[in-house]
């Protein structure tokens, strides 16, 4: 689906592990966001970026850092897993040129449990 | 920061009936988004609206932006089976001297057969 490919798909880990989500794209889009969602909350932003090495925090950025050294890989770290990080992550690129002409193609998620 | 409110969290209703989920900005909104998320699935992307009162329509669904672009609403006509899912809106607006893509909590549909 839009060239965007999330790993792991599943993974359960242990409260004060580091953990590192991978976003992948194939199409050299400009922005990458990560997502998290929960019942009730819907999708938060977690961290967006709009080129190498620019990133930028989102409302809930607390415990995240992310790194994008390439144009296609967007990393979600989680410096010291918590359970209140339980919860599916979503990388979704934006298409566009800029933000006002762009849509979000999300990847498939990451189910992460932590225990 | 800016808020973007979705009603109603949950709508249930008989096929056939008609469906309407509401979005409100706390802040005057650059453009508005919809997508559709499937039970199990990842969200689609269905549409922009971009203009004050701008009003436009794929088959059944028909989207509105309001005049003061701070609101929104996505109108399903005679539902199917099919547009089972949560329907989300997403707002561009300025956060801390940057835009930002901002969702609401989208609304849930189920349609019993």
């Known amino acids: 689906d839009a060239g965007i490919t999330q790993s792991p798909r599943h993974k359960v880990t242990e409260t004060g592990t580091p953990v590192t989500l991978r976003c992948h794209q194939t199409e050299n889009h400009r922005y990458m966001y990560w997502y998290r969602q929960d019942p009730g909350h819907g999708l938060r932003l977690i961290h967006y970026?709009?080129?190498?090495?620019?990133?930028d925090k989102g409302e809930v950025s607390d415990g995240y850092s992310v790194s994008r050294s390439k144009t296609e890989d967007f990393l979600l770290t989680l410096e010291s897993a918590t359970s209140s990080q339980t919860s599916v992550y979503f990388c979704?690129?934006?298409?566009?040129?800029?933000?006002?002409?762009?849509?979000?193609?999300f990847g498939q998620g990451t189910r992460l449990t932590v225990v | 920061g800016q808020q973007v409110m979705q009603i109603p969290q949950y709508q249930h209703v008989q096929e056939g009936e008609d469906f309407t989920t509401y979005c409100n900005s706390s802040?005057?909104?650059?453009?508005i988004q919809w997508y559709k998320q499937r039970p199990g699935g990842h969200p689609v992307f269905l549409i922009q609206?971009?203009?004050?009162?701008e009003v436009k329509k794929q088959k059944r669904l028909t989207f509105q932006f309001g005049e003061a672009k701070k609101n929104s609403s996505l109108h399903i006509t005679a539902t199917q089976t099919t547009d089972v899912g949560t329907y989300f809106c997403?707002?561009?607006?300025?956060?801390?001297?940057?835009?930002?893509?901002?969702f609401g909590k989208g609304t849930k549909l189920t349609v019993n057969p």
């Open positions: 979704a690129i934006g298409r566009g040129i800029n933000l006002r002409n762009t849509e979000a193609f």
């Open positions: 609206l971009v203009k004050s009162g």
């Open positions: 997403a707002g561009l607006g300025t956060q801390g001297g940057s835009e930002k893509l901002v």
């Open positions: 802040t005057t909104l650059s453009n």
């Open positions: 970026s709009y080129g190498v090495k620019d990133t």
